[in-house]
């Protein structure tokens, strides 16, 4: 029986796990989607993402766990009986079938009344702008506008749940981001609660409602996008959201999270994201945007410049420092390769981990 | 002198750069062999039979045509053949599908292929006269049935229209199925998993998506499996009854060549061979030309 548009409140995803033999790439993830939610997965490849996707689509089998519509489980339906929308990262288009007919499909499986399709099919064309395009097969239709039948094809079910599998990744820069801001509106016009793939934190960050940054299998933190990008748990979901440079060192004093971290001859200031006392080995992260080049002083770590680029406003590089550690840096003004330069680290901005 | 020689240079150089253009350059020379030996051992004997076929031993010019089309001996055969060919074509695809679908999906792709090839390398002699013993009247397949009982006397499947029917499907199967497996696996297989997570079932996803991409393959299929059945001969004769049921065309023809020594009617015969295969395949391939004939797959890699 299907699932489409009757009314729910949440959907869970209970200890969901899948092994392929030895290989665990799904662990214990628990997770309640609200109605009406974005939530995007989030990771590097390999880490289990497009694994959720598809078992969430029943395109693949669990081996743990299950998964529920309020009380109803439906880990155990076969795809075509959960009734949820998919766009897949290919947009996989029936190539024979004309863009009505691709965007149709699910309303006809469903055996919905001709008129009633064409109306939808319609009003679906309309919604991802794609008037007058109709009779066209998917071969005759650029990569963004293909893709933009696959979410119209996903959506004109009204399906309680849609899932997107990295739908942006086949398409070039500027295409992406318009696609992206044309996700967000049709989702805002809509409602549809969405799961959505992607290994593009920006893309992550823009569009969610919430990001879930899996990593190995496992889930190592939810929140919101802001809580993400400022308040990290962990060292590699700070890595993932742009914190890219890391100076290990020891901790030297504490005042309530603020951590005084000695590294070489400098001392840096960080937000602690862990339970840190003087004395532990700690490591102080920083994005690039928050590690600048400037006047010497004790907060200051001294590094030779490696590469210098421009970037309109301003200057982005990267330098070495005696350690043999890389960092990247803003700068104001162009310096030379090879200099020696000193570079503050925003106390309010740096974030402090356990080693 | 040294400005015309020049120029001339300049003119060599652009006739083989404007040749290169249009993909002709030294590597295309390497057809030659190919032409040749497609002009030997093909087109001439062709236009040599066709020639043939129209100076009869005796009578007019299409004598031979106008005796094949008045002896219901001789163009019976022609409906004989089809009525072997046709279904033999239509059951090894409608077999080679279901096990392509399957065997599309499974780990151990190769070994499994290997073995339903194996009967290629055979030879149909081979597969003939293991068909003898095993089928014939005191073959296994007769004697397993009696044993239990199901059957009071030996079931006839040799010498006779069934023979050739197992034989062909046999030695046919493997080249249908591994082409069938090719135009099977060619399409995406995300296209399946989108029509699945679009609600369509089993056999919807066949119905709607598998099989309108797939025609145009089965179509293909279809006429190299036919050719093939079509000019069926040694197991007509050793697996059939040549002188009833399965006296296909390539009998009448071989009679007509070497047991009354009129190559001219030979000729003839195999001329009419030649245009029921073309009808048919051109038939097919215009029924193919109505369907999606485009990539298959679903978008960007």
Redesign the interface.
């Known amino acids: 029986m299907l699932l489409a548009s009757s009314p729910f409140h949440e959907i869970r995803l209970d200890r969901l796990s899948r092994a392929f033999g030895a290989h665990n790439a799904l662990k214990d993830v628990s997770l309640n989607i609200r109605k009406g939610e974005f939530i995007a997965l989030l990771g590097p490849s390999g880490c289990g993402k497009s694994t959720a996707l598809n078992c969430i689509a029943g395109l693949l089998s669990t081996t743990g766990g299950g998964i529920f519509i309020d009380d109803k489980r439906i880990d155990t339906l076969k795809p075509e009986d959960r009734g949820f929308g998919m766009v897949f990262q290919n947009y996989a288009l029936f190539p024979h079938m004309t863009v009505r007919q691709n965007i149709g499909f699910g309303l006809k499986m469903r055996k919905v009344a001709k008129a009633e399709i064409e109306k939808r099919v319609e009003e679906a064309l309309n919604l991802v702008r794609l008037q007058g395009q109709g009779h066209k097969l998917p071969g005759q239709l650029s990569g963004g506008q293909q893709q933009r039948v696959a979410i119209a094809r996903a959506i004109v079910i009204e399906p309680p749940l849609v899932l997107m599998d990295e739908p942006l990744s086949n398409l070039d820069a500027k295409l992406r981001l318009e696609m992206r801001a044309e996700i967000r509106r049709i989702h805002n016009q809509l409602g549809a609660t969405t799961v959505y793939v992607t290994h593009d934190q920006d893309e992550a960050l823009s569009l969610a409602d919430r990001v879930v940054v899996l990593r190995d299998g496992e889930i190592r933190q939810v929140g919101k996008p802001s809580d993400l990008y400022e308040r990290p748990d962990h060292l590699d979901v700070a890595e993932f959201m742009g914190y890219r440079n890391r100076l290990t060192g020891k901790v030297i004093a504490k005042d309530g999270d603020r951590m005084s971290v000695a590294v070489g001859n400098a001392t840096l200031t960080g937000t602690a994201r862990a339970s840190l006392k003087v004395g532990d080995t700690a490591v102080i992260a920083a994005r690039a945007d928050d590690v600048v080049a400037g006047t010497r002083s004790d907060q200051a770590v001294e590094a030779v410049v490696e590469t210098i680029e421009y970037r309109g406003r301003e200057f982005v590089g990267t330098a070495r420092t005696p350690q043999g550690l890389e960092l990247v840096f803003h700068a104001p003004q162009t310096a030379e390769l090879g200099s020696a330069i000193w570079l503050t680290i925003d106390p309010a901005r740096a974030l402090a981990f356990a080693a | 002198m040294t400005s015309a020689s020049s120029n001339s240079l300049d003119h060599r150089i652009s006739l083989r750069q404007r040749l290169a253009l249009r993909g002709i350059d030294g590597v295309t020379l390497l057809v030659l062999p190919a032409v040749l030996f497609l002009l030997a051992v093909f087109i001439y004997p062709f236009i040599y039979g066709l020639i043939l076929s129209f100076k009869p031993k005796e009578g007019g010019t299409f004598a031979n045509y106008r005796t094949f089309f008045s002896d219901p001996f001789l163009y019976d055969t022609i409906l004989t053949t089809l009525w072997l060919a046709v279904p033999v074509t239509i059951i090894s695809i409608a077999i080679a599908l279901p096990v392509a679908f399957r065997v599309r999906l499974m780990t151990h792709q190769r070994l499994l292929t290997t073995i339903l090839v194996l009967p290629v390398t055979l030879g149909t002699v081979l597969v003939a006269e293991g068909l003898l013993n095993y089928l014939g009247p005191q073959g296994w397949f007769s004697r397993t049935l009696m044993l239990l009982g199901m059957i009071d006397r030996p079931v006839k499947l040799t010498n006779n229209y069934w023979g050739v029917f197992s034989s062909l499907i046999i030695t046919g199967f493997p080249f249908t199925f591994l082409l069938t497996l090719s135009y099977v696996s060619g399409v995406?297989p995300?296209?399946e998993?989108?029509?699945?997570?679009?609600?369509?079932?089993s056999w919807?996803r066949f119905r709607?998506?598998m099989l309108?991409?797939l025609v145009p393959g089965l179509a293909i299929a279809f006429c190299l499996s036919f050719v093939q059945a079509f000019a069926v001969f040694p197991s007509a004769v050793l697996l059939g009854a040549p002188a009833g049921p399965t006296r296909v065309i390539s009998i009448a023809a071989y009679q007509a060549a070497f047991e009354q020594y009129d190559y001219s009617m030979a000729s003839a015969i195999a001329m009419i061979m030649a245009v029921v295969q073309l009808l048919i395949v051109v038939a097919v391939l215009g029924i193919r030309n109505m369907?999606?004939r485009?990539?298959?797959?679903?978008?960007?890699?």
């Open positions: 995406d995300a296209l998993q989108a029509a699945a997570t679009h609600g369509a079932g919807q709607h998506v309108p991409l369907f999606y485009g990539s298959t797959a679903g978008g960007k890699g």
